[in-house]
């Protein structure tokens, strides 16, 4: 099967402390992206890649950083920069001949 | 500022009756749109996508575009309880940017 996922489900986070979440998609397709989405609010974008070795910076990148080193692959790494980590984050990737971006089924951030 | 707007509701129809969800954007430059369904705790699900003024129909879905007025709405017929959910209204500029807008809550009741 095709798809996005992402992991773990649940993150719990300590301050200080950076952590890690898992993007993979066997869709084949270059662009990925990483939303964050906090209660009653829409997505807003944290970085993108539209190919393997480039990643850019979208609206709220402050405190978060990436990587990808592999087209299948596009970790986010929450640092302890992000003073209000709690969230739910969501990675996409996009299907060049839709121009529409498919999403995991997210991962839901808590601070201890 | 490239910007979508929704009203965010929540709106409440009755079981069998159409529900309208409506979405504006700011950027003329928009050229895509798209319609997401996102349950609570879940993540968005691409229900509908519209590239040319008019209206699209899936099933109990229809999209309609309107890019004079800059206006995207959603119709769903016959609505359900398992409708009940939040949709996003998304708009792309360039391809690789896309904006979404923060969601309108339907209920169906039974």
């Known amino acids: 099967d095709g798809g996005i996922t992402q992991s773990p489900k649940y993150l719990f986070r300590k301050e200080g402390q950076n952590v890690t979440l898992s993007c993979e998609q066997n869709?084949?397709?270059?662009?990925m992206y990483w939303y964050r989405q906090d209660p009653g609010q829409g997505l807003r974008l944290i970085y993108y890649?539209?190919?393997?070795?480039?990643?850019q910076k979208g609206d709220i990148a402050e405190g978060y950083s990436v990587s990808r080193e592999k087209k299948e692959s596009f970790p986010l790494t929450v640092t302890s920069a992000q003073k209000n980590p709690t969230a739910f984050y969501l990675c996409a990737s996009r299907d060049p001949t839709r121009e529409t971006q498919y999403f995991g089924p997210g991962t839901r951030l808590l601070v201890l | 500022q490239k910007e979508v707007e929704q009203n965010s509701g929540p709106l409440s129809v009755p079981e069998g009756a159409i529900a309208s969800l409506n979405c504006t954007y700011s950027?003329?430059?928009?050229?895509?749109f798209f319609w997401y369904r996102q349950y609570s705790g879940k993540s968005p699900e691409l229900i509908m996508s519209?590239?040319?003024?008019g209206d699209k129909e899936d099933g109990r879905f229809t999209a309609q575009l309107n890019k004079a007025s800059q206006y995207v709405s959603l119709l769903i017929r016959d609505s359900q309880p398992s409708d009940s959910a939040t949709y996003l209204c998304?708009?792309?500029?360039?391809?690789?940017?896309?904006?979404f807008g923060a969601g309108t809550r339907l209920t169906v009741k039974p």
């Open positions: 950027d003329r430059g928009s050229q895509s």
């Open positions: 869709l084949n397709h270059d662009a």
């Open positions: 998304a708009a792309t500029y360039n391809n690789n940017d896309m904006r």
């Open positions: 519209i590239y040319s003024n």
């Open positions: 890649s539209q190919i393997v070795n480039d990643f």
